[in-house]
């Protein structure tokens, strides 16, 4: 369903159990982010109200979401701060193509295979990660991660045929792969 090429190492469980103040603060700045990246194709596609208000529902979620670990790490006493971003995003991103249709097309799937990756994380964290608040905060954001990643998909389908879009995102979910793969960070929700 989420058209991811790897599924999380172990070791990663280990790297968060390890630095979870880091990750939880990272958590936060992808939820960010992720509002920010959605809210960049609202302006990008103002001619386009179907697409926009597909959009707004994810930008008004992603904020909530934030909002929601803001709360979660102030309660565990964690100061939200600046961090140096993972290099994930920004490998991801310059894959995507220059010319249009293909960099609409790129934007989009890129976005949907980061929203795979999250939610592939949060139900190994729900699983594994042996703190009943953590397992049912990230159980509950689970879904609508999943729900975003069949969005952009989808979106991507209403600019090119979906047999298009569907190769596309193979080649990069095999790039994702990779990044993800070669995570050299020292702690964070995707590396
Ligand atoms: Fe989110
Ligand atoms: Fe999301």
Redesign the pocket.
């Known amino acids: 369903m989420l058209r991811l090429q790897s599924a999380t190492s172990p070791a990663w469980l280990e790297k968060v159990r390890a630095h979870l103040p880091d990750v939880l603060i990272d958590h936060a700045h992808c ?1 960010k982010k ?1 509002a920010g990246t959605a809210m960049n194709l609202i302006f990008a596609h103002v001619d386009r109200p179907d697409v926009v208000r597909d959009l707004a529902d ?1 930008v008004v ?2 904020l909530e ?1 934030f909002r929601l670990v803001l709360d979660l790490i102030e309660r565990r006493g964690i100061t939200f701060r600046r961090q140096r971003p993972s290099s994930y995003g920004q490998r991801l991103h310059a894959l995507a193509r220059t010319l249009e249709p293909g960099r609409t097309i790129d934007r989009l799937l890129i976005a949907a295979l980061i ?1 795979a990756r ?1 939610c592939e994380r949060f139900a190994v964290l729900r699983d594994g990660i042996g703190d009943a608040e953590l397992a049912a905060f990230y159980g509950s954001l689970f879904e ?2 999943a729900r ?2 069949a969005t952009y998909v989808q979106l991507a389908t209403r600019f090119r045929p979906e047999e298009e879009v569907r190769r596309r995102l193979d080649e990069l979910a095999a790039e994702e792969a990779r990044i993800i793969a070669a995570g050299d960070e020292p702690a964070r929700m995707h590396s």
């Open positions: 939820e992720a994810i979620e992603e979401h929203e999250s609508s991660e975003h990643h």
